[in-house]
C-alpha cells in the first residue's frame, strides 16, 4: 500500500499545492479519495493563518472578505468552480440529460455560466462578510465536510458516463475504505463543530449537509443520469456555501 504515493497523487489533482511527480499505479489510486478531505484541512488552516494576518496588518473588511472569497479557488485552482460552471451551462439549457452531457464536454463557456458564476462568488462574499473572525475555523470543518460528501458520493452515486474524470478515479478506488474514512472525516467535522462552536452550529450544518447531498443525488441522477466529474464540482462549490450558510444561521439564532 503506497499512502504517500495515493496523497500525492490526491494533492497534484485537486491543488495547486507544489507537489513531486510520480505515476499513477492503479495500487495508488485505490486510496486517493481518502486524503481528498486533508485539502480542505489545509484550506482551512491557510484561511486561519490569512484571518491573522488580516488581523496584525488590519486589513480592512472588504478586502478581507473579497481574500477569503479567492483563497480556495488559488489553493484549489479553481478545478471544482470549473465544474460548477459547466454544469450551470448545461442546466439552465432545460434539454435532455444526452443535450446536458453533451454540454458539459464543450470547452466553451456560456453565458448562464458567466451569469451563475458571478452570482456565486457575490453570494459567497455576502455570505463570508457575515461569519465573525472568530468563528473562522468553521470554515476549515466546511472545507473537510463537503470534499468527504464529494469522494462520498463518488465511490456509492451512479455514473453518467464510462470513463471521464468520476468513473476514473471511482473505478480504482478501495471502495469500503473510502466510504469508512469519509464517515470518519464527516462525523469528526460535526463532532468538532459542535465542541467549537455549540450544538446548534453542529445541528443545522449537518442538517444542511444531509439535504445537500440528497439533492446532489436526485439532481445528477434524474437530469444526468449519474454524477460526472463535472457535477462533482457543482456540488463541492454548493457545499461551500451552503454548509458556510447554514453556520452563519447559527450564529443568528444563538
Same mark, same amino acid.
Given at each position: 500500500?503506497?499512502?504517500m504515493?495515493?496523497?500525492?497523487?490526491?494533492f +497534484?489533482?485537486?491543488?495547486?499545492?507544489?507537489?513531486?511527480? !510520480?505515476?499513477?499505479?492503479?495500487e495508488?489510486? &485505490?486510496?486517493?479519495?481518502?486524503?481528498?478531505p486533508l485539502?480542505?484541512?489545509?484550506?482551512?488552516?491557510?484561511?486561519?493563518?490569512?484571518? $491573522?494576518?488580516?488581523?496584525a496588518?488590519?486589513?480592512?473588511?472588504?478586502?478581507? #472578505?473579497a481574500?477569503? %472569497?479567492?483563497?480556495?479557488?488559488?489553493?484549489?485552482?479553481?478545478? =471544482?468552480?470549473?465544474?460548477?460552471?459547466?454544469?450551470?451551462?448545461?442546466r #439552465?439549457s /432545460?434539454?435532455?440529460?444526452e $443535450? &446536458?452531457l453533451?454540454?458539459? $464536454?464543450?470547452? =466553451?463557456?456560456?453565458?448562464?455560466?458567466?451569469?451563475?458564476?458571478?452570482?456565486?462568488?457575490?453570494?459567497?462574499?455576502?455570505?463570508f462578510?457575515? /461569519?465573525?473572525?472568530?468563528?473562522?475555523?468553521?470554515m476549515?470543518?466546511?472545507?473537510v465536510m463537503?470534499?468527504?460528501?464529494?469522494? /462520498?458520493?463518488?465511490?456509492?452515486?451512479? &455514473?453518467?458516463k $464510462?470513463?471521464?474524470?468520476?468513473? +476514473?478515479?471511482?473505478?480504482?478506488?478501495?471502495k469500503?475504505?473510502?466510504?469508512?474514512s469519509?464517515?470518519?472525516? !464527516?462525523?469528526? +467535522?460535526?463532532?468538532?463543530l459542535?465542541? =467549537?462552536?455549540?450544538?446548534?452550529?453542529?445541528?443545522?450544518?449537518? /442538517?444542511?449537509?444531509g439535504?445537500?447531498? @440528497?439533492?446532489?443525488?436526485?439532481?445528477?441522477?434524474k437530469?444526468?443520469?449519474?454524477? %460526472?466529474?463535472?457535477?462533482a464540482?457543482?456540488?463541492?462549490?454548493?457545499?461551500?456555501?451552503?454548509?458556510?450558510?447554514?453556520?452563519?444561521?447559527?450564529? @443568528?439564532?444563538?
Open positions: 500500500m503506497d499512502i504515493g495515493s496523497l500525492v497523487i490526491a +497534484s489533482m485537486y491543488s495547486r499545492i507544489p507537489m513531486p511527480r !510520480i505515476s499513477w499505479t492503479p495508488r489510486m &485505490k486510496y486517493v479519495m481518502c486524503f481528498f485539502i480542505g484541512a489545509v484550506m482551512g488552516l491557510a484561511l486561519y493563518g490569512f484571518e $491573522k494576518a488580516a488581523g496588518l488590519e486589513i480592512g473588511m472588504t478586502a478581507y #472578505c481574500g477569503g %472569497t479567492v483563497l480556495p479557488l488559488l489553493i484549489t485552482g479553481g478545478i =471544482h468552480m470549473d465544474g460548477f460552471l459547466d454544469v450551470s451551462d448545461a #439552465c /432545460l434539454g435532455e440529460p $443535450k &446536458k453533451e454540454i458539459l $464536454k464543450d470547452p =466553451h463557456i456560456g453565458a448562464f455560466a458567466v451569469i451563475r458564476g458571478g452570482i456565486y462568488l457575490l453570494l459567497y462574499l455576502g455570505v462578510s457575515e /461569519l465573525p473572525r472568530t468563528r473562522i475555523a468553521v476549515g470543518a466546511v472545507y463537503t470534499r468527504a460528501m464529494s469522494a /462520498l458520493a463518488l465511490v456509492t452515486f451512479p &455514473k453518467a $464510462k470513463n471521464g474524470l468520476a468513473a +476514473s478515479f471511482s473505478g480504482g478506488a478501495r469500503g475504505t473510502v466510504i469508512f469519509m464517515a470518519g472525516y !464527516i462525523g469528526g +467535522s460535526l463532532v468538532f459542535v465542541c =467549537h462552536e455549540g450544538w446548534l452550529t453542529g445541528l443545522l450544518v449537518g /442538517l444542511a449537509a439535504g445537500m447531498f @440528497w439533492h446532489y443525488y436526485r439532481a445528477a441522477v437530469e444526468f443520469g449519474g454524477i %460526472t466529474g463535472d457535477l464540482g457543482w456540488f463541492l462549490q454548493n457545499g461551500e456555501l451552503g454548509l458556510m450558510a447554514a453556520a452563519v444561521a447559527a450564529g @443568528w439564532i444563538g
